[in-house]
């Protein structure tokens, strides 16, 4: 079993694993082979706030953002159509 984040932020358990990992305390989601995010867990940090998504579609709805390092052209639409 696989302890995924849902659209309402709250973990729940799945016998499928995540396609996304998130950051928590930053909101932020991208691709498991995040090369910031593979750094981060090297150094032995990140990984206390680690959060996984099944998919793109329940990351935003919990209020994660894209990756401006592994999703660049996601993040560059969010960032364009951002309010406040």
Do not use: Q
């Not at 090297?42 to 099944?54: E, L, T, W």
């Not at 990756?67 to 364009?80: D, S, T, V």
């Amino acid at each position: 079993m696989y302890t995924l984040t849902g659209p309402d932020g709250r973990p729940y358990r799945s016998p499928v694993p995540g396609t996304l990992g998130g950051y928590r305390r930053k909101r932020l989601y991208g691709r498991l082979d995040c090369p910031s995010a593979l750094r981060a867990i090297a150094r032995g940090g990140y990984v206390r706030h680690r959060v996984f998504f099944a998919d793109e579609a329940t990351a935003i709805a919990a209020g994660y953002r894209p990756c401006a390092g592994c999703l660049p052209e996601r993040y560059a639409h969010w960032k364009a159509t951002k309010r406040g």
